[in-house]
Every structure is written in structure tokens, then in C-alpha cells.
């Protein structure tokens, strides 16, 4: 007989314990974690300047707002740790709000629209941690994933810090008994009910859900906190305040005699205290919230971060979210004044929070990603030599590995064809040497072979090109799921995935793809500045049957494909002056931005706006990401 969650839950702590003071611990290393800085966004959504001209006095050494791709364990991580650049965050933080899965079995797929037609598709396999709501050893599983989160969590609050931990009935029990545990019984503030109505059904078959529990800790028994008001209702005003000679709502209370002992101004009242029931706040789904929707699902109003960061974070204060999903925590206590960190392990969420930031003209922020994620999970996993994970990765992809003795241990082939899979290492970039060593192989090894896949794990920023040059229709370039690794800790969990198979769908070797632009055009324009011109080309995608697709959905793609590749490009953004190190995205376009053109579904095609003149040679980088998050670039340089 299995044991109930409620006699597991002290190994759930217990393993869950260890697991962050490992972390904690290792923080000193030499081999720690870092954020690598993918791009420093400078929000423009029109073609009206060049970022206002205050590009200049950009740098890295003064505190940036974060936007960070990857696992949020490993965020928090690095965080905690620091580097030569960014000091450790670790008590730095003063307010923490999390709406993280609710392991209520649902399945987020992510919904593309095109020009032509809808697209679904069913998240991969680093994404399904984020999207798919559901956990493999059921709720178990997934209280084992919070543990060490939410002690890290603790780590980063200060003294006077504070969390929101946002969940709903499915396992809001078992939350609370945790992080009694983890921040103490006595540091437990409120139950807060959000009671967001809206959801009938006559027909349902128990009483209809209309609240989701917010439950509120403080790291310490003195946190900071604002108390905040909710205004008057029209029926409270009528019901107990009066109009005085000069037409000033009043209340007042009985000092004898028919006489106020005081009396207490409308226009001069913050409202009613707040309590914790927060009826007053309407869901996404409402239809006067239309203006609020960015398209994803679990988005949540504007209004309930405003209530929680107004009331617990101090003005100029840090705020961070770890499951960022839509961006609202970001866009609101960037409205409101805050610093904040966001992070989330879905592409399609992190391309929702950057598009919103910058539609909203945000102050500059980062965009990050987790540094050597590879490297760093491959020494931490049970894999000694890079030929077990290779053969491995190998069997996930359907190959079989050469048997014969003196053979390449990265190489294998797939069954009755005369295909080659070369299996590149988590610890280099895979670059043009290594696709011409794998056409070698394909040409000669054994016999030579009729077409060669290479999988890899990072690739250098130039990839794209590096292909479109070498134009060999008999050479695939396919991504290892970057969090694979994490998945593999265990030559146990290994073997469970080949057991699995590929049949299962939940393993996705993604595509690469390329873009290309016309050659951009400089102009003079007076004395001090120049008119660039950049106009986009071409996008290609080098494997579209890599994409978590159907059928049907697969089809749909290949029509868009063929009739419009650009309308596949769901953002892009040009340094005007790429230094070759960070990326500064001072222009931007992306769907659903009308500031340039009328149409939704499209970016605009060309970018035309002024730069200050320089006396060296101009180098122009254009990143691009497309509607399945899949990022590229393409540098040009004017002498």
C-alpha cells in the first residue's frame, strides 16, 4: 500500500532541505553559476529616435531590471551567488510574488496565430515544466519541486522582506504546511481570498470555484508594510456619509447632543482598510479586462500586483517573480517605481513579458539566461565520460551507437537507412568546424552515408549563416532540449527515458533557423547623425518537422512558410553599433505593435531610423525571434 502525501511529506522536506543546503554550500565555488546577458533592451516600440538619445550613458555596472530565461532554481542560484559583475542578491530582496503551476492537471498548449490560419503546439520538454500542469509522480512530485525553490526564496528576501506564494485549492494545503515549515508558523500573516467571481455552471456537479488563496509570510516578525485602501462604494457613501452647508460628503460619530464629536471629509479619506477578501478585483477572462490580455492563459490583472507590491515593498525597493509567465509583476512595479527581477522557464512566456515591457516603454532591462546551463547540469549528473550522455542522447533520438571497437563514441546511425547522427559535446559551442568534420564523416566513415544530423547543445550566434553558406541539403542541425540534462541526473532517470521512447512526444530535438537582411543603407542626415536603413530578407526554418507539431498543425506551417516566411517573426531588434560582446537592442518591432503599421499579425519589414555618427566602421546586428521562440542573428559591417 502507498504511503499518503501527509506520511511522505517529511521526505519531501527532508529531501527538499538537502537539496538547497547543497545549493546554499557551493555557492563559494569556483565552477558557481552565472547570468549571461543576452541583451540589453532599450524600449523604442516606434521609429521615433534613437532610444531619446540616452544610449550613451548605458552600462552594465548600474543596477538593471531583470527579464531571465531558464529553470528558476538555477536563477535563484546564481543569483544568490553573484559574480565579478552583479553582487549577490542574497537578503537584497524585498518583496517575492509567485504564481507558480497549480498542479491542477491542465495542459497549457501554446496557441499561434498567423495571418493565414491558427497554429498549436504542444509544449517541449523544457517547457512542460512551465506549461503542462501536471507532474509525473502526481502531487508528490510536485511539492518535491517547491521545497528547495522556496528555501532559496527565503535566502533572497531581507529582513524586512516578504512573500506571496498565489495558489488555488488543488494542493494550497500542503503549500501552507511547507512554508510553515520552511519561514515559521509564527511569520505567517494572512490568508488572502481573491474572490474573482465571473465562473457559473448550472450543471456542475459541486459548488462552483470563484477564488483563488494567496497566502502572505513575512522572512522576519517585522516586515515592511503600507496598509492599503479600497475606495467607497457608491452604496457605502449613501448609506453612512452626509452632505454638510458647503456640499462635502461627510461621516461622523456621536458626541451627544446631536452634535459630531468628529467628522471625517470624503474627499480627504483613503477608503475602507483593506481586508483579506479581495472581491474587488476582476480575472483576465472578464471582458472589462480586454484591454489588459497579452494572450497567455494564467495571466493575472494588474490590479492584484498593485495591492500587493503598494502594501509590501518599500518606493525603490526590489520585487521579484520566479514564475513570471505574462510579465505583470515586472510591468507593475515598473509603473510603480520598483526594481524587479523576473524569471520563467517557457520561451513563449519570456517573449510575452519582453514584448509587454517594451510596448509599455519601461525603463532598460536585461535579458538573461543561465550561463553553462549544460556544463553546470552534466557535472552535477551521474554521466562521468561525454560518450555515456552522448550514447545516451543518441537513444533518445532514435539512433544506435556504433558497437565495434576503436569506433567515434559520439557517432551512431539510424536503423535500416543510411543516415549519420554525430552528437556534439555540452562543454563547446558547435560552430562551422564541426559541421564540415560531420560532412567529412558523413562522406567517408564506414562507406560514407547518404545524409548526416548533427545534435548540439549551444551553438556560436552565427549558426544560421554558417549553414545557408555551406548550402548542403544532406546535413541537419538539430537542438538538444537544453534542460535534458536536468532530466538525466540519474542513469536511472535515463534509462527510464529510453524506455520511454520518442513515442512518448515528450522529447523534441528543435530546429535551427537563419535570417537574412538586405544590405543595410547609411545616409547622412546632419552633423552629428546618420539615417540607417535595415531591412529583413529572408527567415528560414532548417527543420520544421523538429517542431512539436501534429499533423494538421504541420501542414498549416508549411502553408505560412510558403507564402510568407517573414510573417514568422514574431519580434526583431537592431544594435546599430554591436560592440561583438552584449547585444543592445535600441530598435525593436513585434506582432500585435501597431506604432508602425496597421497590421497584427506582421512585424514591419524595414527599419529606418537615425544613429550619432561614428569614425570606425559600423557593425549592425539583427536578432530576431520567431512565433515558436527560436531566437537568430545576422551581423553586417559598413566601412
Given at each position: 500500500?502507498?504511503?499518503?502525501?501527509?506520511?511522505?511529506?517529511?521526505?519531501?522536506?527532508?529531501?527538499?532541505?538537502?537539496?538547497?543546503?547543497?545549493?546554499?554550500?557551493?555557492?563559494?565555488?569556483?565552477?558557481?553559476?552565472?547570468?549571461?546577458?543576452?541583451?540589453?533592451?532599450?524600449?523604442?516600440?516606434?521609429?521615433?529616435?534613437?532610444?531619446?538619445?540616452?544610449?550613451?550613458?548605458?552600462?552594465?555596472?548600474?543596477?538593471?531590471?531583470?527579464?531571465?530565461?531558464?529553470?528558476?532554481?538555477?536563477?535563484?542560484?546564481?543569483?544568490?551567488?553573484?559574480?565579478?559583475?552583479t553582487p549577490s542578491m542574497r537578503g537584497q530582496i524585498d518583496l517575492i510574488y509567485i504564481d507558480p503551476p497549480f498542479d491542477s492537471k491542465a495542459d497549457y498548449r501554446t496557441k499561434i496565430k498567423l495571418a493565414d490560419n491558427d497554429i498549436e503546439q504542444k509544449p517541449t520538454v523544457i517547457e512542460?515544466?512551465?506549461?503542462?500542469?501536471?507532474?509525473?509522480?502526481?502531487?508528490?512530485?510536485?511539492?518535491?519541486?517547491?521545497?528547495?525553490?522556496?528555501?532559496?526564496?527565503?535566502?533572497?528576501?531581507?529582513?524586512?522582506?516578504?512573500?506571496?506564494?498565489?495558489?488555488?485549492?488543488?494542493?494550497?494545503?500542503?503549500?501552507?504546511?511547507?512554508?510553515?515549515?520552511?519561514?515559521?508558523?509564527?511569520?505567517?500573516?494572512?490568508?488572502?481570498?481573491?474572490?474573482?467571481?465571473?465562473?457559473?455552471?448550472?450543471?456542475?456537479?459541486?459548488?462552483?470555484?470563484?477564488?483563488?488563496?494567496?497566502?502572505?509570510?513575512?522572512?522576519?516578525?517585522?516586515?515592511?508594510?503600507?496598509?492599503?485602501?479600497?475606495?467607497?462604494?457608491?452604496?457605502?457613501?449613501?448609506?453612512?456619509?452626509?452632505?454638510?452647508?458647503?456640499?462635502?460628503?461627510?461621516?461622523?460619530?456621536?458626541?451627544?447632543?446631536?452634535?459630531?464629536?468628529?467628522?471625517?471629509?470624503?474627499?480627504?479619506?483613503?477608503?475602507?482598510?483593506?481586508?483579506?477578501?479581495?472581491?474587488?478585483?476582476?480575472?483576465?477572462?472578464?471582458?472589462?479586462?480586454?484591454?489588459?490580455?497579452?494572450?497567455?492563459?494564467?495571466?493575472?490583472?494588474?490590479?492584484?500586483?498593485?495591492?500587493?507590491?503598494?502594501?509590501?515593498?518599500?518606493?525603490?525597493?526590489?520585487?521579484?517573480?520566479?514564475?513570471?509567465?505574462?510579465?505583470?509583476?515586472?510591468?507593475?512595479?515598473?509603473?510603480?517605481?520598483?526594481?524587479?527581477?523576473?524569471?520563467?522557464?517557457?520561451?513563449?512566456?519570456?517573449?510575452?513579458?519582453?514584448?509587454?515591457?517594451?510596448?509599455?516603454?519601461?525603463?532598460?532591462?536585461?535579458?538573461?539566461?543561465?550561463?553553462?546551463?549544460?556544463?553546470?547540469?552534466?557535472?552535477?549528473?551521474?554521466?562521468?565520460?561525454?560518450?555515456?550522455?552522448?550514447?545516451?542522447?543518441?537513444h533518445l533520438y532514435g539512433a544506435l551507437p556504433f558497437k565495434d571497437e576503436g569506433s567515434y563514441t559520439n557517432l551512431g546511425y539510424i536503423k535500416d537507412s543510411k543516415i549519420l547522427v554525430y552528437v556534439d559535446s555540452p562543454s563547446k559551442m558547435t560552430g562551422k568546424k564541426t559541421l564540415i568534420?560531420?560532412?567529412?564523416?558523413?562522406?567517408?566513415?564506414?562507406?560514407?552515408?547518404?545524409?548526416?544530423?548533427?545534435?548540439?547543445?549551444?551553438?556560436?550566434?552565427?549558426?544560421?549563416?554558417?549553414?545557408?553558406?555551406?548550402?548542403?541539403?544532406?546535413?541537419?542541425?538539430?537542438?538538444?532540449?537544453?534542460?535534458?540534462?536536468?532530466?538525466?541526473?540519474?542513469?536511472?532517470?535515463?534509462?527510464?527515458?529510453?524506455?520511454?521512447?520518442?513515442?512518448?512526444?515528450?522529447?523534441?530535438?528543435?530546429?535551427?533557423?537563419?535570417?537574412?537582411?538586405?544590405?543595410?543603407?547609411?545616409?547622412?542626415?546632419?552633423?552629428?547623425?546618420?539615417?540607417?536603413?535595415?531591412?529583413?530578407?529572408?527567415?528560414?526554418?532548417?527543420?520544421?518537422?523538429?517542431?512539436?507539431?501534429?499533423?494538421?498543425?504541420?501542414?498549416?506551417?508549411?502553408?505560412?512558410?510558403?507564402?510568407?516566411?517573414?510573417?514568422?517573426?514574431?519580434?526583431?531588434?537592431?544594435?546599430?553599433?554591436?560592440?561583438?560582446?552584449?547585444?543592445?537592442?535600441?530598435?525593436?518591432?513585434?506582432?500585435?505593435?501597431?506604432?508602425?503599421?496597421?497590421?497584427?499579425?506582421?512585424?514591419?519589414?524595414?527599419?529606418?531610423?537615425?544613429?550619432?555618427?561614428?569614425?570606425?566602421?559600423?557593425?549592425?546586428?539583427?536578432?530576431?525571434?520567431?512565433?515558436?521562440?527560436?531566437?537568430?542573428?545576422?551581423?553586417?559591417?559598413?566601412?
Amino acid at each position: 500500500m502507498s504511503k499518503s502525501l501527509i506520511e511522505e511529506l517529511p521526505k519531501i522536506m527532508q529531501r527538499g532541505k538537502k537539496e538547497a543546503n547543497k545549493i546554499l554550500k557551493g555557492l563559494s565555488e569556483d565552477n558557481r553559476l552565472t547570468l549571461q546577458t543576452n541583451e540589453i533592451v532599450l524600449p523604442s516600440k516606434d521609429d521615433s529616435g534613437y532610444f531619446k538619445e540616452q544610449v550613451k550613458n548605458i552600462s552594465e555596472d548600474n543596477w538593471f531590471n531583470k527579464l531571465i530565461y531558464g529553470d528558476n532554481l538555477l536563477t535563484m542560484q546564481a543569483l544568490l551567488a553573484g559574480d565579478e559583475k552583479t553582487p549577490s542578491m542574497r537578503g537584497q530582496i524585498d518583496l517575492i510574488y509567485i504564481d507558480p503551476p497549480f498542479d491542477s492537471k491542465a495542459d497549457y498548449r501554446t496557441k499561434i496565430k498567423l495571418a493565414d490560419n491558427d497554429i498549436e503546439q504542444k509544449p517541449t520538454v523544457i517547457e512542460q515544466f512551465a506549461y503542462k500542469d501536471t507532474w509525473k509522480n502526481g502531487t508528490a512530485s510536485y511539492l518535491e519541486m517547491m521545497v528547495p525553490r522556496l528555501i532559496l526564496m527565503r535566502e533572497l528576501l531581507s529582513d524586512k522582506g516578504s512573500l506571496f506564494f498565489h495558489i488555488d485549492w488543488h494542493v494550497g494545503h500542503y503549500i501552507k504546511i511547507i512554508l510553515d515549515e520552511i519561514f515559521g508558523r509564527n511569520n505567517f500573516r494572512n490568508e488572502i481570498i481573491w474572490y474573482y467571481g465571473e465562473r457559473q455552471s448550472p450543471k456542475a456537479t459541486k459548488f462552483n470555484n470563484k477564488h483563488d488563496v494567496i497566502y502572505y509570510y513575512s522572512k522576519d516578525s517585522n516586515p515592511y508594510f503600507k496598509m492599503v485602501f479600497k475606495p467607497f462604494s457608491d452604496e457605502y457613501i449613501k448609506q453612512f456619509f452626509k452632505k454638510d452647508e458647503n456640499g462635502r460628503y461627510y461621516t461622523s460619530t456621536d458626541g451627544g447632543r446631536g452634535k459630531p464629536r468628529y467628522k471625517r471629509y470624503l474627499d480627504e479619506s483613503p477608503g475602507i482598510a483593506m481586508d483579506t477578501v479581495w472581491d474587488d478585483i476582476k480575472m483576465i477572462g472578464n471582458i472589462s479586462m480586454k484591454s489588459e490580455r497579452v494572450g497567455y492563459q494564467t495571466q493575472k490583472p494588474k490590479a492584484l500586483i498593485e495591492r500587493i507590491i503598494n502594501s509590501s515593498c518599500p518606493p525603490n525597493g526590489i520585487v521579484a517573480d520566479f514564475f513570471a509567465g505574462s510579465g505583470t509583476t515586472g510591468a507593475v512595479a515598473d509603473n510603480l517605481g520598483r526594481k524587479w527581477i523576473m524569471s520563467d522557464l517557457g520561451k513563449p512566456a519570456c517573449m510575452i513579458s519582453r514584448k509587454r515591457l517594451i510596448d509599455q516603454e519601461v525603463e532598460p532591462f536585461l535579458y538573461q539566461s543561465i550561463g553553462d546551463y549544460q556544463k553546470e547540469q552534466f557535472e552535477q549528473s551521474e554521466f562521468k565520460t561525454i560518450r555515456d550522455l552522448s550514447q545516451v542522447v543518441m537513444h533518445l533520438y532514435g539512433a544506435l551507437p556504433f558497437k565495434d571497437e576503436g569506433s567515434y563514441t559520439n557517432l551512431g546511425y539510424i536503423k535500416d537507412s543510411k543516415i549519420l547522427v554525430y552528437v556534439d559535446s555540452p562543454s563547446k559551442m558547435t560552430g562551422k568546424k564541426t559541421l564540415i568534420k560531420a560532412q567529412k564523416l558523413r562522406n567517408t566513415y564506414k562507406g560514407g552515408w547518404k545524409k548526416v544530423v548533427v545534435l548540439g547543445w549551444n551553438f556560436v550566434q552565427e549558426i544560421g549563416q554558417i549553414i545557408n553558406d555551406l548550402n548542403d541539403n544532406d546535413l541537419d542541425v538539430l537542438v538538444i532540449p537544453p534542460d535534458l540534462i536536468e532530466q538525466l541526473k540519474t542513469k536511472k532517470s535515463a534509462n527510464d527515458l529510453i524506455k520511454q521512447g520518442n513515442n512518448s512526444n515528450s522529447l523534441r530535438f528543435s530546429s535551427l533557423q537563419y535570417l537574412t537582411i538586405k544590405n543595410p543603407v547609411i545616409e547622412n542626415y546632419d552633423s552629428d547623425s546618420e539615417k540607417l536603413t535595415v531591412e529583413l530578407s529572408n527567415y528560414v526554418l532548417l527543420s520544421p518537422d523538429a517542431l512539436p507539431l501534429d499533423e494538421k498543425n504541420k501542414k498549416k506551417l508549411q502553408k505560412s512558410i510558403a507564402n510568407d516566411p517573414l510573417s514568422l517573426i514574431e519580434y526583431w531588434s537592431v544594435d546599430p553599433d554591436y560592440d561583438g560582446e552584449v547585444f543592445r537592442s535600441k530598435w525593436q518591432d513585434y506582432r500585435e505593435n501597431t506604432n508602425n503599421d496597421n497590421d497584427e499579425f506582421r512585424v514591419i519589414e524595414k527599419a529606418v531610423f537615425n544613429v550619432p555618427k561614428i569614425d570606425y566602421p559600423r557593425v549592425i546586428c539583427v536578432k530576431a525571434v520567431d512565433v515558436f521562440g527560436f531566437e537568430s542573428a545576422t551581423t553586417f559591417e559598413i566601412k
